[in-house]
């Protein structure tokens, strides 16, 4: 048996150097631990003081509310949706989805079904976040048609923005008529001067006069109603294309392959993106010679292209796509005075403007291009591997087609035509079809 001295000599050598380490380090660890808390505290404090700020500048509702509201009971404005907004409050703004302080974009309720709702703000708030002024200057947003204009006017009148929009089109009658019965909210065969006002105040929105173009395409949001100049469309219930998005904040400091990697990671399957991709090539064919003219996808963003529950594509934005007969006449040297976009009468030339400029590049780019660019990233992740050499092929042969789709008609559908039979090919006859 080891002697008792022996035993503790054995125990100091072997376990003290031990907790003398250990209690050494003890307190630097505390400190390295404490230091990453507070720094966690900090970040997360940070982003949630971003999100409020971010929050109050860009979600003024209740303002866009009180405005419209005001307008309707004094008689200057009309529309389908007034009374449930103003009176029976059947209309309701809940999430904010505004990314600028003066598009105000709600998803609501309306009579329990979900709604996007979507407003123009241009007065000064005051620290009460109410404007200092109800109204707005009826003169810039609600100045025609003026009183006494006749039917037969306000017919012609709206004939000539719709020329100037949209190019001279056979079916331009067609259109200004689907107009006036939008305009008749109670549907008694005529328009009054108040029904007048809002949907003159709404065609000069770009969305919305597209909206009215392209009602019956099948990739386009149904528009619901509208008051005055606010309009209330069929929610869209996955508003792009990404399920991630990085706030603009957190850009510099979140790498952008991780947020590649994690929106690649929350990505639905590859057949449901090949079915949501198939959608968003039929939205290029939808504006291109449609019955009111060809329309050019400024911006293709993922932001932009959403998808329903069944994995249909939607357009969730329609903001940036133009006229393609505006964007000849600006390409011609001309400003384009009086075009979509000009929203509130203020600017309007400079709003219409730098909306065609993001389609007049060096080489004007179709909206099939622009569109395989997008899918390049958003379609290969993942792809069958029997299917992703001519899937490439396809994309890149896209990518490169140059030069106004108009004028280069037939090479722009063939290659349209061969990326969906490519796509259709591997997911027909399965449950994704």
């Given amino acids: 048996m080891m002697p008792r001295a022996l035993r503790r000599l054995v125990h100091l050598m072997l376990f003290c150097p031990l907790s003398k380490g250990l209690q050494s380090r003890l307190p630097a660890i505390k400190v390295k631990y404490l230091l990453l808390a507070w720094l966690g505290i900090l970040i997360i404090s940070w982003i949630v003081y971003m999100q409020y700020a971010s929050y109050a500048e860009l979600c003024r509702g209740h303002v866009c509310q009180i405005v419209i509201c005001d307008h309707y009971r004094r008689g200057i404005i009309s529309g389908s949706s007034c009374k449930a907004l103003c009176d029976q409050k059947t209309l309701t703004l809940h999430r904010c989805m505004s990314t600028s302080s003066t598009h105000q974009v709600y998803v609501g309720l309306w009579?329990?079904?979900?709604?996007?709702?979507?407003?123009?703000?241009?007065?000064?708030?005051?620290?009460?976040?109410?404007?200092?002024?109800?109204?707005?200057?009826?003169?810039?947003?609600?100045?025609?048609?003026?009183?006494?204009?006749?039917?037969?006017?306000?017919?012609?009148?709206?004939?000539?923005?719709?020329?100037?929009?949209?190019?001279?089109?056979?079916?331009?009658?067609?259109?200004v008529d689907r107009v006036i019965t939008l305009a008749d909210v109670n549907q008694d065969g005529k328009v009054s001067l108040a029904e007048a006002k809002s949907i003159w105040a709404l065609l000069h929105i770009n969305e919305f006069l597209l909206m009215v173009a392209l009602q019956e395409k099948e990739h386009t949001p149904k528009l619901l109603g509208f008051c005055g100049d606010l309009y209330v469309t069929e929610r869209v219930s996955h508003s792009s294309l990404y399920r991630l998005e990085v706030p603009h904040y957190l850009e510099a400091v979140v790498p952008e392959a991780?947020?590649?990697?994690?929106?690649?990671?929350?990505?639905?399957?590859?057949?449901?993106?090949?079915?949501?991709?198939?959608?968003?090539?039929e939205f290029v064919e939808e504006v291109f010679h449609g019955s009111y003219g060809s329309f050019?996808?400024?911006?293709?963003?993922?932001?932009?292209?959403?998808?329903?529950?069944?994995?249909?594509?939607?357009?969730?934005?329609?903001?940036?796509?133009?006229?393609?007969?505006?964007?000849?006449?600006?390409?011609?040297g001309r400003r384009c005075e009086n075009n979509?976009?000009?929203?509130?009468?203020?600017?309007?030339?400079?709003?219409?403007?730098?909306?065609?400029?993001?389609?007049?590049?060096?080489?004007?780019?179709?909206?099939?291009?622009?569109?395989?660019?997008?899918l390049q990233d958003y379609l290969l992740f993942g792809a069958p591997s029997d299917l992703r050499g001519d899937l490439e092929k396809q994309l890149r042969t896209c990518v490169t087609l140059s030069g106004l789709a108009s004028q280069m008609e037939v090479h722009h559908s063939l290659v349209l035509n061969n990326l969906k039979t490519l796509l259709w090919k591997k997911i027909s006859n399965t449950q994704y079809s």
């Fill in 111 to 175: 009579k329990d079904r979900p709604v996007v709702m979507k407003c123009g703000i241009e007065d000064p708030v005051n620290i009460d976040g109410v404007p200092e002024t109800l109204s707005r200057p009826e003169m810039s947003l609600f100045d025609k048609p003026t009183r006494g204009t006749s039917m037969d006017e306000f017919k012609e009148m709206l004939h000539s923005f719709l020329k100037a929009n949209l190019g001279e089109q056979p079916s331009l009658s067609a259109l």
């Fill in 296 to 332: 050019l996808i400024c911006d293709a963003s993922p932001h932009h292209v959403g998808y329903n529950t069944k994995y249909d594509c939607k357009m969730a934005n329609l903001r940036s796509v133009a006229s393609e007969a505006v964007v000849r006449a600006f390409l011609k």
């Fill in 340 to 374: 979509a976009d000009c929203t509130y009468g203020k600017d309007c030339t400079a709003t219409c403007d730098r909306l065609v400029k993001q389609c007049n590049t060096e080489v004007v780019q179709p909206n099939l291009a622009k569109v395989c660019m997008l």
């Fill in 258 to 281: 991780l947020s590649s990697g994690l929106n690649h990671w929350l990505a639905p399957s590859w057949p449901r993106r090949a079915r949501i991709t198939i959608g968003l090539l």
